[in-house]
Every structure is written in C-alpha cells, then in structure tokens.
C-alpha cells in the first residue's frame, strides 16, 4: 500500500480514464468517478504530508509505516473517506462545505452501490453530481499544482471548464436577481423606516461580532450585515506587553445574514459572486491562562471544587 502522493495521483488519473472511457449515462461512469475522487483527495492529502493518511493510534503503527518504518507484521491502515473530505476542507480553503458535502453524497452511493444489491448510480444520474464533481477535481488539482488537464486531459477538461463556467453564469444569475430584488424591497420603505433599519442593524452587527460574526455591508440595502465562515491555516498568536495574548486566524466565509432586507447566502459560490467571498482574520484576545489553561493560584480552591476534587474520600488506613 502506497501513501505517496505520485502513485494516488497516478491512479486517479488512471480511474478517471476508466471512467471517460464510459457512457454518460451508464452507472459504471459514476462509480469510476467516485473511486478516482477519493484517490485524488487522498493524492492532495499526501502531498502535504504521508502521514495525513494513517489512521490514528496509541502506538502510531500505522503512522509509522507512513514514515516507512513500520513493522512487516503489521498491515497499514488507512483512514476513512468521510477523514479524508474533512481534513480536505479544513487544509485548503478553496475547499468549501459545499464540496465537501457534494464529495460525500457520491461517495456515499459508491459505498451503496459497493455494499448493497441497490443500483445506487442509476438512481443517481449525472446531471445531478457533475458539476460538483468537476469543482472538486479543479479545487484539488490546483491544490497540488496541477490542473485538469494534468488530471483528465485535455479534451475532458475543456468539458469540464466550459460545465463549471456554466454553473458559474447560473449561480451569477440568480445571486443578482436575489440582491435587486432584496434591494427594490428595502427602496420601497418610508425614510424614517429605513434609517431607524439602519441603526438597528448597526447595534445588532457590533454586537455579533463578539459572537464570531463578521461585519460587511449588505450588497442590496446597504445596511451592516455579517458573514460567518469556518478557520483556515494556522493560528497567528502574538503576546501583548500588557498580558494579553492576541490569537489571529484566516477565515474563509460560508454564510451571509442581513437582518434589515433578510438577504441570505448560504454558500460560497453565492457568497464570491456578490462580493463577499474575501477571507477575512478572525481576532481573539485573551489572558495568557485562558490560551494557556493555567490556574490562578489564589483560585486553586475554586477549580478543584469546580471538578470535583473535594467530594472525594479516601480511607488511608
């Protein structure tokens, strides 16, 4: 069994041929793609590092055969592709809910298609899971510095581009339809209405973001509104003179809320389009025991009775 990121890339390559070489509306095409997306987000996966695949143990058995020292004996094992998906988007950015879950709807009608009598892709056609599957590709290809053409060849990818410039044009249509009429809505309103809208929005906008909520203006009112989105790369800690540890981390958004024209975007797709997709930096200060987990000595009694520790006996005799 290979870690390395040359063979899985290799391989995926050689499934998707497989499956290219299929009818578009044969089962056996899905399930060939379904078997080369899980290689290639393994392949993305190594090419950080190996040991992204070994399955986690006490001993590291098995991370030790990632680092090619690995007892004979000992068989490796890999983790699970629901592992594989969640390290993906929590590793690279471009990676959204949105794939993840697009990625895991397939993989899970492979493993029903696998492991059951179900003709689970017949009931599953390809317009339904392309367009996402062709994302994820792209999104992990790039990743790795490659490209669809690199993965597919030339002739699938041009396919694929023009399949995800296609999605791309509907997903524009509809965001812009959804801001103008948001935004028709809002102009209707009294002045008076619109301005105490406005302060209202303000309040509740500076209020959310001491709740991990992110401050933007609403692109149909013009009211503050906030993003929410999941943490990406590492954290950027600094230590204040005065104490203070100030913690900075990458967020990609995923989720747009206007309280005033009740605007919402739920995925990132939606999200670039309006012009709200920038990553943005989360900030956290806190004391250097609450980053650290220390104990205020002058508390010790406190905590130990917060755990417990008192209401234990013990006979020493």
Not at 68 to 81: C, D, Q
Request: charged share 25%; glycine share 6%; hydrophobic share 35%.
């Amino acid at each position: 069994m290979s870690w390395e990121r040359d063979p899985l890339w290799a391989k995926a390559r050689l499934f998707f041929e497989r499956a290219f070489d299929e009818p578009r509306d044969e089962p056996t095409f899905g399930l060939w793609c379904s078997l080369g997306l899980e290689l290639l987000a393994r392949s993305a996966l190594a090419s950080i590092s190996p040991t992204l695949l070994a399955e986690p143990d006490r001993e590291h058995k098995y991370l030790l055969h990632a680092l090619n020292r690995g007892l004979e004996r000992i068989p490796r094992k890999s983790i699970a592709a629901v592992q594989v998906f969640n390290l993906c988007s929590t590793l690279f950015p471009g990676f959204t809910k949105d794939d993840y879950t697009a990625a895991l709807a397939l993989i899970n009608r492979r493993n029903e298609e696998l492991h059951s009598g179900a003709a689970a892709f017949e009931e599953y056609p390809s317009s339904q899971w392309l367009a996402g599957f062709y994302r994820a590709c792209n999104l992990l290809s790039t990743a790795m510095g490659e490209s669809l053409t690199s993965l597919f060849g030339e002739e699938e990818a041009k396919f694929a581009e023009v399949m995800l410039a296609e999605n791309r044009k509907n997903v524009k249509s509809r965001v812009l339809s959804a801001i103008a009429d948001h935004k028709k809505a809002f102009e209707a309103k009294q002045s008076p209405e619109k301005e105490a809208a406005r302060t209202e929005a303000k309040e509740l906008g500076l209020k959310l973001s001491t709740q991990q909520h992110h401050r933007v203006n609403c692109p149909a009112c013009g009211c503050t509104a906030t993003v929410q989105g999941r943490p990406f790369g590492k954290e950027r800690v600094t230590h204040e003179k005065n104490g203070d540890i100030v913690v900075r981390q990458a967020v990609s958004p995923t989720e747009f809320s206007c309280s005033v024209c009740e605007l919402k975007f739920t995925t990132y797709a939606e999200l670039e389009t309006a012009g709200l997709g920038d990553p943005y930096t989360r900030k956290t200060i806190c004391s250097a025991e609450e980053y650290y987990g220390l104990i205020d000595p002058d508390n010790l009694d406190t905590y130990l009775e917060s755990i417990g520790y008192f209401e234990e006996e013990y006979d020493n005799e």
